[in-house]
T-cell receptor
């Protein structure tokens, strides 16, 4: 069965310092992985996706993530945090080749950016 | 503009009074889905649909119904709402099967008293 674990429920960084949001997944076959961002009182916006092409994936707003199969991880990074990055971030896995067509969300990481 | 539209955005109602939340997409997407978002639990999938007349249960389907009579619409029905269904609900669509990124609606905040 598929699952996603976001290792930190809250992360605080200072503006201008690097961001690391951690995600581990479990999937038996060929997963697709996504990161979404949700700003307060807003819907979800796609940041980036991995679908078995390049393992280092670049997304919007300077975010990127690296797919590491040996570690079953898909951590989200950004070199320099901006105040506007304060939001909740969700890691998502899907694996239709396993015979199920569900999307499984992590429980989210709330990023706080300090001035 | 490509979008997923949910209505209503906010609803306060009482236990047992049937309600429907509508969802429509204008992108000709095959896959549509409903989620509920609760604090500390992330988003949990309620139902999804691979195409017209094809629906399947997600992880938390109890107390909900859906239908997919047309490709663009995927309403969520609560036939006898209860307070534990108070939540923030999102509809989403994607081009095809569950390895495509989803487009999300703006959400519907339901309060069941």
């Amino acid at each position: 069965a598929q699952s996603v674990t976001q290792l930190d429920s809250h992360v605080s960084v200072s503006e201008g310092t690097p961001v690391l949001l951690r995600c581990n997944y479990s999937s038996s076959y060929s997963p697709s992985l996504f990161w979404y961002v949700q700003h307060p009182n807003k819907g979800l916006q796609l940041l980036l996706k991995y679908t078995s092409a390049a393992t280092l994936v670049k997304g919007i707003n300077g975010f990127e993530a690296e797919f590491k199969k040996s570690e079953t991880s898909f951590h989200l990074t950004k070199p320099s945090a901006h105040m506007s990055d304060a939001a909740e971030y969700f890691c998502v896995v899907s694996d239709p080749y396993s015979g199920t067509y569900k999307y499984i969300f992590g429980t989210g990481t709330r990023l706080k950016v300090l001035a | 503009e490509a979008q997923v539209t949910q209505n209503p955005r906010y609803l306060i109602t009482v236990t047992g009074k049937k309600l429907t939340v509508t969802c429509s997409q204008n992108m000709n997407h095959e896959y549509m889905s409903w989620y509920r978002q609760d604090p500390g639990l992330g988003l949990r999938q309620i139902y999804y649909s691979m195409n017209v007349e094809v629906t399947d249960k997600g992880d938390v389907p109890e107390g909900y119904k859906v239908s997919r009579k047309e490709k663009r619409n995927f309403p969520l029905i609560l036939e006898s709402p209860s307070p534990n269904q108070t939540s923030l609900y999102f509809c989403a669509s994607s081009l095809s099967a569950a390895n495509q990124p989803q487009h999300f609606g703006d959400g519907t905040r339901l309060s069941i008293l």
